[in-house]
């Protein structure tokens, strides 16, 4: 499906202040019309240097990282949010492999006469953001997405879970910012926001806060123990709340907790995505079943012979960013994800089930292990919020799995080894450990080399 140039001349930031000035764009302590956040922009768009990349520091505010990556787009820069969070060796080959390249300043606003410049025009194709991929050892990779890929993929999202905009005869839906800006889903989140012009929610987001900032707004990006924790307070009847609308990513999601929620009027959404896709490929209403839907619109997904997807289509990166260069992604040939699935058909549909990640794989006595099938069983016994599946050195069998499992009822190894039985016997876990609290809670994707690593130690100890 090709797509329009989603009704957009200029800069949808400027489109939409032009057509709603008065219209909230961003709700926050300090909230921004449409036309009061144009003001910021053009104000801030004149500060950068003739340096092609502006790097953004993922510790600032997230308001104002939200300003500054409008402005440098507008300027006509590829932007990188860094990760803070990252080793320092890592961040220093990110940076290296950047070229010339300069830091934003997110509280500038006066522009040095030096090095003011003018508004670049708009282009649907020109590239604009630098996203790591969440590479576990080595430097990440930089995936490059131009306008038309963000755009392609918040089109063909919003056409299946709906969020609109000004232009509806109802109030405006809002978004919650509740991702990092490093993170494709993070910006996923913004770029639906510009294409609808809708609202944008930008509130302390952690921990308690959470719950105060989901009843403001009605839609959320959330990792399902997030959504695990703020249920209860959620279904407090005395207090209005808003939300309608939750799309969940980053592990599997047992299906007690969506059925919790629906339940009190929250319609729970999943699927499947990565950087490169620019987020969401695929997606459902979560039903409990292994599916993660049916392609959305604008992409193109395909399995070869040997059961890996390819990725074609709109929401397509350019390509990665390499020592100051744009290396472009063959479009026609598409993209190997080294993700393994299957098409099965469900009421003349044809949805996508993911098997697991080639890389995930791993042989216990003979027979291929595939982590994630394991992973999804533990998910089906009411209480586990998380499980991960990771392989131990076995001198019998070479490996074996191991389950690492977070769960609101009490640890217990003997009912997880219970509910497991029916498994084939190379898939039962050999071992049961508890989460472990130097694991982030509400992050977005667990790392499994970090878990991996973890679960090693501690069998050693």
């Not at 008065?22 to 144009?38: C, F, G, K, V």
């Not at 890592?90 to 003011?116: K, Y």
């Not at 963000?150 to 609109?164: D, E, Q, Y």
Request: proline letters at 6%.
């Amino acid at each position: 499906m090709t797509s329009p140039c989603f009704a957009f001349n200029t800069w949808p930031w400027r489109y939409w202040a032009a057509d709603a000035p008065d219209a909230i764009a961003i709700d926050s302590e300090t909230p921004l019309t449409w036309q009061a956040l144009r003001a910021l922009v053009d104000a801030q768009h004149r500060t950068f240097n003739d340096a092609p990349v502006v790097v953004l520091n993922s510790h600032d505010a997230l308001q104002s990282l939200v300003v500054t990556l409008l402005a440098a787009w507008q300027a006509g820069k590829q932007t990188l949010v860094l990760n803070q969070a990252l080793s320092a060796d890592v961040q220093t080959a990110v940076l290296d492999n950047l070229g010339p390249f300069q830091w934003a300043h997110t509280h500038q606003s006066v522009p040095d006469a030096q090095s003011a410049r003018n508004m670049a025009p708009w282009h649907i194709d020109m590239p604009l953001t630098l996203t790591l991929t969440s590479g576990s050892t080595g430097a990440p990779k930089a995936v490059v997405h131009g306008a038309r890929q963000h755009l392609a993929s918040a089109a063909g999202l919003t056409k299946r879970l709906p969020f609109t905009g000004v232009r509806a005869s109802q109030t405006p839906d809002r978004w919650l910012l509740s991702l990092p800006l490093y993170h494709v889903s993070g910006l996923a989140i913004v770029w639906r926001w510009l294409l609808a012009g809708g609202e944008l929610g930008i509130y302390p987001c952690r921990g308690e806060h959470l719950v105060n900032a989901l009843k403001r707004v009605t839609h959320a990006s959330l990792v399902p123990t997030q959504l695990y924790r703020v249920l209860p307070a959620l279904k407090d009847e005395a207090e209005p709340r808003r939300l309608v609308h939750v799309l969940l990513g980053g592990a599997a999601i047992p299906t007690a907790l969506t059925q919790d929620a629906e339940a009190m009027g929250i319609a729970c959404w999943c699927g499947y995505g990565m950087t490169e896709t620019a987020s969401t490929v695929t997606l459902k209403r979560a039903d409990g079943q292994d599916d993660v839907g049916a392609p959305l619109p604008y992409r193109d997904v395909q399995i070869r012979d040997d059961g890996e997807i390819i990725h074609r289509g709109e929401t397509l990166a350019l390509g990665y960013w390499q020592a100051g260069q744009l290396h472009r992604l063959d479009a026609e040939q598409g993209l190997a994800s080294r993700d393994l699935g299957r098409w099965q058909a469900q009421q003349a549909v044809s949805v996508l089930r993911i098997v697991g990640r080639l890389d995930n794989q791993f042989i216990c006595g003979g027979e291929n292990v595939q982590p994630e099938a394991i992973e999804a069983h533990l998910q089906r016994l009411r209480g586990v919020t998380q499980a991960m599946v990771v392989p131990i050195v076995d001198r019998e069998f070479g490996h074996r799995p191991l389950a690492i499992v977070q769960s609101a009822s009490p640890f217990s190894p003997q009912i997880l080894a219970e509910h497991c039985a029916s498994l084939a016997p190379y898939q039962r876990p050999a071992h049961y450990l508890c989460w472990p609290e130097t694991q982030q809670d509400g992050q977005i994707k667990p790392s499994r080399h970090a878990l991996a690593q973890w679960a090693q130690a501690y069998m050693k100890s």
